[in-house]
């Protein structure tokens, strides 16, 4: 995970505004054996309501840390002010396309957003949950069988997430380990192998785009190669971007999320006890472990300058909302460290907030709530196994590996 050296702060951002704090190498965000990087980033409501962060992008940049959910609402519904438009994937290959829609704006941002939304509907995910079932059970039974602990990571939260993905792609299991290689490198790379992964994945979806072209079948990306934006057919960056964004946003923060759960729930035996013994709570909770466990930090570039609460806000400054920081504002949540898994009225934003809300989040959820009901239904009461530490790491996405569980 390494990151380059935090560049000189712009000479427009006032001293006492500069924080010591960012997501990439403060204290619990670094990988750390038995960590909390969300709870780490909680600390930030002890002080101002925005600072200016050095170093907090993956190429060292800083950007502007919006502390309070209220105002990272503000930030994220106001695209004129604050654009998306940041080419992440690009920019590791000194190019500059934007994953769609993520990184579009509107007016352009809502028409792809209509092509795709049906694709990821909730009518539409429950016509793959039987699938998504199949393969949770097909899964957990095998890690039963094979013993009485596991590496959750590799054996479960990735296979899994990946082969909804594969299936939603139309793409056969046999290169599921490949993909997940890619996605390690990209997203947990060091500035090497970041850009390999990239090249790779890209050539991978041209690859598979061509190939449909030529001989479509009913898959994702056959509905992309024959779709319509302004009674046009999508141009090939367009779909590029489309399927560069559908690779990289299935696979790992998916199978982060089942990890954080499992990790709170090895922790927790009275909470993992409750949800055994009344599986119907597992929805609920698992809203509560996604406002707890939140992975993704949401940057957006600002179009002009601004005066925010306080702050000297440039054109082209960088504006971080953290999802694990504003899940964790005491504002808009009694007790925010206080893991509670009957809280009700969740208004968390795992899933971001405005017109860029997670295109994926339906299927997300149905993923995260099926993974928990057949894992707590086929394993028996399990712990972090002694001797072993998982490791949690902060950055542009928060993760978890090396959760091996033991239920001897």
């Known amino acids: 995970m390494e990151t380059m050296a935090a560049r000189p702060v712009p000479d427009h951002v006032p001293p006492h505004m500069i924080g010591a704090f960012n997501l990439f190498d403060a204290p619990g965000m670094t990988p750390t054996p038995h960590g909390d990087p969300q709870a780490a980033a909680a600390v930030v409501h002890d002080g101002p309501p925005i600072f200016y962060s050095p170093g907090n992008t993956r190429d060292g940049r800083g950007t502007w840390v919006i502390t309070r959910a209220k105002d990272q609402r503000r930030v994220l519904q106001d695209p004129e002010t604050f654009s998306s438009h940041r080419a992440i994937f690009a920019s590791a290959l000194g190019e500059d396309w934007p994953m769609i829609p993520l990184e579009l704006d509107p007016p352009e941002h809502g028409k792809f957003?209509?092509?795709?939304?049906?694709?990821?509907?909730p009518k539409r995910v429950m016509a793959l949950e039987t699938a998504?079932?199949?393969?949770?059970?097909?899964?957990?039974?095998?890690?039963a069988a094979a013993g009485t602990s596991c590496d959750v990571m590799t054996d479960f939260a990735f296979p899994f997430a990946v082969n909804i993905f594969l299936r939603f792609l139309g793409l056969s299991d046999d290169r599921l380990d490949e993909f997940v290689g890619w996605a390690n490198d990209l997203l947990h790379g060091d500035n090497r192998q970041r850009p390999a992964a990239a090249r790779t994945i890209i050539a991978f979806i041209d690859d598979l785009a061509a190939q449909r072209r030529k001989a479509p079948v009913d898959d994702f990306m056959s509905f992309l190669v024959q779709s319509k934006v302004d009674d046009r057919l999508l141009n090939d960056m367009e779909i590029r971007g489309t399927g560069v964004l559908l690779f990289v946003a299935g696979l790992d923060t998916v199978a982060a999320a089942i990890g954080f759960d499992l990790n709170y729930l090895a922790r927790h035996p009275q909470d993992?006890?409750?949800?055994r013994r009344e599986p119907s709570r597992i929805v609920l909770a698992a809203e509560e472990m996604l406002r707890a466990y939140p992975t993704v930090q949401m940057i957006r570039v600002a179009t002009k300058d601004i005066d925010f609460e306080g702050a000297p806000i440039r054109k082209?400054?960088?504006v971080s909302?953290?999802?694990m920081i504003a899940n964790r504002d005491p504002e808009e949540f009694p007790e925010p460290n206080r893991i509670d898994l009957g809280r009700e009225d969740n208004r968390h934003t795992a899933f971001a907030y405005g017109p860029h809300r997670c295109l994926g989040s339906h299927l997300a959820r149905r993923e995260i709530v099926v993974g928990l009901e057949e894992w707590l239904k086929r394993i028996p009461t399990f712990r972090i196994k002694e001797g072993t530490a998982p490791i949690t790491y902060g950055?542009?996405?928060?993760?978890?590996?090396?959760?091996i569980l033991d239920w001897s």
């Not at 957003?113 to 509907?121: A, D, E, F, K, M």
């Not at 949770?136 to 039974?141: C, N, P, S, T």
């Not at 993992?272 to 949800?275: G, K």
């Not at 950055?395 to 959760?403: K, R, S, W, Y």
């Open 395 to 403: 950055g542009h996405v928060f993760g978890i590996e090396n959760l």
């Open 113 to 121: 957003r209509s092509l795709l939304n049906p694709l990821l509907s």
């Open 316 to 318: 082209g400054d960088y």
């Open 132 to 143: 998504v079932r199949e393969r949770a059970v097909f899964l957990i039974d095998r890690i």
């Open 321 to 323: 909302c953290a999802t």
């Open 272 to 275: 993992q006890e409750l949800l």
